[in-house]
């Protein structure tokens, strides 16, 4: 089946640590996107990519890093420079310039911070 | 800037009786489009429904539609004969021709009761 793969589901890292999250998906999406959701609020646009080697700056990049050296992977680094890193961070794509756009999201990765 | 909101933090509902959901949006992009996801206690994002700025008519999908008045800048979503699964979140968004990015609102709680 077709879909968005984000891992891992929950993550746990101390202060100071850079942590990776990954996000696959084999829909051949053009377009992939990282957003991050923090309690009770919308979904806020970290960093998102239209093809591949490039990747372009959210409302919120700060403190964050990606990469897009294949189509189907656009992973997150949530680095020590990121001042309140705990939040609930979804991956989505999306075919690009195609019509409605719709996202495809991944079910979610939930990051705290100890 | 582009800019979406929401205005109901939570909104209750009985089984079978219908809702609307509001969502207004500020952009001075003729093109655009406008979306209403549906996100489950699970987590996971689900597309329900998809407005485009030049679609003369309003969009339904099944038990939903889409209430677009274009010169007051809102779209809202009609839920019908709402069930208990409708319980959830529900965000508005987006996506402006010019940027690709799609920009989402604080969401709305809904609760359904029996």
């Known amino acids: 089946d077709g879909g968005i793969t984000q891992s891992p589901k929950y993550l746990f890292r101390k202060e100071g640590q850079n942590v990776t999250l990954s996000c696959e998906q084999n829909?051949?999406?053009?377009?992939m996107y990282w957003y991050r959701q923090d309690p009770g609020q919308g979904l806020r646009l970290i960093y998102y990519?239209?093809?591949?080697?490039?990747?372009q700056k959210g409302d919120i990049a700060e403190g964050y890093s990606v990469s897009r050296e294949k189509k189907e992977s656009f992973p997150l680094t949530v680095t020590s420079a990121q001042k309140n890193p705990t939040a609930f961070y979804l991956c989505?794509?999306?075919?690009?310039?195609?019509?409605?756009?719709?996202?495809?999201f991944g079910a979610g990765s939930r990051l705290t911070v100890l | 800037a582009q800019k979406i909101t929401q205005t109901q933090p939570g909104m209750f509902v009985q089984e079978k009786e219908a809702v609307t959901l509001d969502c207004t949006y500020d952009?001075?992009?003729?093109?655009?489009?406008l979306f209403w996801y549906k996100q489950p206690s699970s987590g996971e994002m689900i597309f329900l429904i998809y407005?485009?700025?030049?679609?003369?008519q309003n969009a339904t999908e099944g038990r939903y539609s889409l209430n677009f008045q274009k010169a007051r800048k809102s779209a809202n979503l009609v839920i019908s004969a709402s069930q208990l699964g409708d319980s959830a979140m529900y965000f508005c968004?987006?996506?402006?021709?010019?940027?690709?990015?799609?920009?989402f609102g604080t969401g709305t709680r809904l609760q359904v009761f029996p």
């Open positions: 989505a794509s999306s075919p690009y310039r195609s019509g409605a756009n719709v996202l495809t």
């Open positions: 829909l051949n999406h053009d377009a």
């Open positions: 990519s239209q093809i591949v080697n490039d990747f």
């Open positions: 952009t001075s992009d003729p093109s655009y489009g």
């Open positions: 407005q485009g700025s030049y679609d003369q």
């Open positions: 968004a987006m996506r402006e021709e010019n940027t690709d990015k799609l920009i």
